[in-house]
């Protein structure tokens, strides 16, 4: 006696459904990664800096939050809104393309804060305050911004008087510039406009990427590094502020370029962050943050060129490391960095 043809239908989806639920449930938990139980303590935080406009001046703060797409400010820092990492970008009217200090190194005078639950005050030398009221995609316009390796982003337009105040600072004209501000509520795709990247760093992917980052939520250096960087270059004072990174850590027992290695790292007790590529270096790095000055010998990218050249697809040398975030939360200046590296099975 055989079943008839609807019941053995609906047996086999039934039995085809189970397998492809519970194998993929297997799947995906083989591939995620695990995080590791073994981690020893390196150093502190040192430094924590945010900056609100991509290649701007920085944030210099005690405490943020650190979220999938960067560190924020906290609320007890700031109560009417939160400054986050990155959030604002200048671009050109016409072709749509960031703008940064590599080219008007004026940029990096720019001063971001909060003026009242919904305006950021801008300020610059010479220039009058100017207060920009947070746009929404509802009543503003969505520009997408060209960005390396020719991918685009998504920036709200922050209006006619931001992009004159921007325009007339940065290259002395009326027009021509634009700041877009970026709402945090897309992620960025880099399959396509990345994939050579994406196939050197296996573990770096979408969920890596900032808002107006070069590429990933959050970067960190090793103080020790710019130290013995600064030897090389012979009595210089480089600072760690010429490198842009979100953390500096600092420890007695760190050893330059220590940081290349940490697979993991956590810090204080909850946030992990995952090394997903090493951190190249342009010639952004050539110019002071305080003065606006570039280097008359290129350094210290030069020096960088001679023992730091890295072998990926970016060519440029290498300093610190670009990280995904793990797991959210907060960290304080003086909180303990743990690492970890990935453990062999
Ligand atoms: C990357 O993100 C895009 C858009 O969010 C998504 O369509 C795509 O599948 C993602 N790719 C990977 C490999 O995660
Ligand atoms: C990526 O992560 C895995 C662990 O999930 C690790 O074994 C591997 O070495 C990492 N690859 C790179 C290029 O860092």
Known sequence: MGLSSVTQTVLVTTVVTAVTVVGAFIYKKWKQVKIPS??????SVK????????????VELQRAEVTEVGIKQTQDDEKAFQLRDRVLVVYGAKDNEFRTARTYPKMVFIDVSVHDENHFAIDAPTMRTLYVKIPSRDD???????WWQDERIQAIDCGDEAASWFSRYIIERDSGLRLGYNDASQRRDITKTHAKLLNYYKNLSNKSIGLFTDLTSVSLVNQHSVNDLNKRVGNSDITVEQFRHNIVVDGP???????????????GDNVILRNVKDCTRCILTTIDPENGIRHPDREPLKTLEQYRKHSGPEKSPRLGNNLEVTRTGFISIGDPVYIARYETK
């Open 38 to 43: 073994n981690w020893e303590r390196v150093g």
């Open 47 to 58: 430094k924590l800096h945010l900056y609100p406009l991509k290649s701007g001046h920085r």
């Open 140 to 146: 503003s316009k969505v520009a997408n911004v060209k």
């Open 253 to 267: 027992d760190l050893q330059p370029y220590d940081e290349d290695t940490w697979d993991w790292i956590k810090i």
